[in-house]
């Protein structure tokens, strides 16, 4: 038989003043029993409860002391905390585009038909061979381009150019369509 704690009045007040003190979600669930961490961190959520900030790494951490007598200033909105906040830090690497070997603007520009022999079947087709497909796979006449394949890559240079274009080309391509 399964018991479920409810929140009552008084669980609710502890769980605000141990929330106020500073105490994590997993000391409060622990304190109040019969309810879990993430049972706490969604009843603070429900009450609408600060989120607190966690001290900068370097400088010391400040508790509060609560005092019935003395008035506590507010605590400082979001907003206020994330206009503090330093900035993220961004992240510029990125895998670099492999170097092709220079090749005329023409060669690109004029598709030059392989020859019948380099179209190689799936059976045909070896380490050294480029796979650029060519053809509709679902018919008999599906073929590899089969030419030479530049080392470390799966195509031949023609092919390589089409697949590995620098990422400005192909937004420059995309405007030109008009897909933006």
């Known amino acids: 038989m399964e018991v479920s704690l409810s929140w009552t009045d008084e ?8 929330w106020e003190d500073g105490q994590s979600a997993s000391k409060i669930a622990a304190q109040l029993g019969g309810v879990t ?80 022999s380099q179209r190689v079947t799936i059976m045909d087709l070896r380490e050294s061979m480029c796979r650029w497909p060519m053809g509709d796979p679902t018919t008999p006449e599906f073929r590899f381009c089969g030419g030479r394949s530049i080392t470390g ?15 400005a080309e192909r937004k420059r391509d995309r405007r030109v369509a008009g897909l933006r």
């Open 153 to 167: 890559l799966p195509y031949c240079t023609h092919h390589a150019q089409i697949a590995y274009q620098p990422a």
């Open 11 to 18: 669980r609710v007040d502890l769980l605000r003043r141990l």
């Open 37 to 116: 961490r993430n049972a706490v961190i969604g009843k603070v959520h429900r009450l609408g409860l600060a989120g607190r900030v966690k001290p900068v790494a370097g400088t010391p951490a400040t508790t509060r002391k609560r005092s019935m007598r003395e008035s506590e200033p507010e605590a400082a909105s979001v907003t206020e905390i994330a206009a503090e906040a330093p900035e993220p830090i961004a992240i510029t690497s990125h895998r670099p585009a492999p170097d092709f070997p220079p090749v005329p603007p023409a060669a690109i520009v004029d598709a030059v038909p392989l020859a019948v």
